[in-house]
């Protein structure tokens, strides 16, 4: 039980465009859902934090221009990184939570990884 | 801003041994502590959760401890094997958020 599936795990995309990534949790329906992102052996730094049918809460310097959060449903969010920068190249990990407070475990998906040519 | 540091060089440990993680914070209060498995290009796995007024937790071959006055955390896997291989990261927990460290590479030889 409790799987979160991510998709796409990988893609490379020429600078300018957007891209987007789906998380979805199979099993269960997410009171919330995470994005991270992770550079190469450094922690996952959280983005933002999204709740289904309303508007996802953001982080500290991240763009909400930048990194649109849909959250349409209990089972699926999506990221889109509009005009993808090289900079933009990460490992993005998304997590679905149905607790809150010392409840909040949280079931992570493989996560995608993105290439901006 | 808050701080966590998890040791940043790999622990080598061999086969059967115990195997014995360290998370240190600073700036932070949390209301829990989280333990989760990371494997190559994959996701975070949730393993264990131990609350601020829990002193040590125990699921199997593992085993954390929770000092709020010390702020660290020590995470034991027992009777270590080399599938224990992977990097484990502590996250602080308050409200929904967790904040996580960079985490420790834990290579366990048969």
């Known amino acids: 039980g409790a799987v979160v599936s991510q998709h796409p795990s990988w893609v490379i995309c020429k600078s300018g465009t957007s891209v987007k990534i789906e998380c979805r949790s199979l099993?269960?329906?997410?009171?919330?859902m995470f994005w991270y992102r992770q550079f190469p052996k450094q922690s996952l730094m959280l983005m933002a934090t999204?709740?289904?049918?309303?508007?996802?809460?953001?982080e500290q310097g991240v763009e909400k221009d930048k990194f649109l959060i849909n959250h349409a449903s209990l089972t699926l969010s999506t990221l889109t990184v509009t005009s993808a920068h090289p900079e933009d190249s990460s490992f993005y990990i998304c997590?679905?939570?149905?607790?809150?407070?010392?409840?909040?475990?949280?079931?992570f998906g493989a996560g995608t990884r993105l290439s901006v040519l | 801003s808050q701080k966590i540091e998890q040791n940043s060089e790999a622990l080598n440990i061999q086969e059967g041994k115990t195997a014995t993680l360290t998370c240190n914070y600073t700036?932070?209060?949390?209301?829990?502590l989280q333990w989760y498995r990371q494997d190559p290009g994959r996701g975070p796995v949730f393993l264990l959760l131990i609350r601020e007024n829990e002193k040590e937790k125990r699921k199997e071959r593992l085993k954390v401890t929770f000092d709020t006055t010390l702020k660290q955390s020590l995470f034991h896997i027992t009777a270590s094997q080399p599938a224990d291989s992977a990097t484990y990261l502590c996250?602080?927990?308050?409200?929904?958020?967790?904040?996580f460290g960079a985490g420790t590479i834990l290579r366990v030889k048969s």
């Open positions: 099993d269960f329906q997410a009171t919330t």
């Open positions: 996250a602080l927990g308050k409200g929904n958020k967790l904040v």
């Open positions: 999204s709740n289904e049918g309303s508007k996802a809460t953001y």
């Open positions: 700036n932070y209060s949390p209301a829990y």
């Open positions: 997590s679905a939570s149905t607790g809150v407070g010392a409840k909040n475990i949280q079931y």
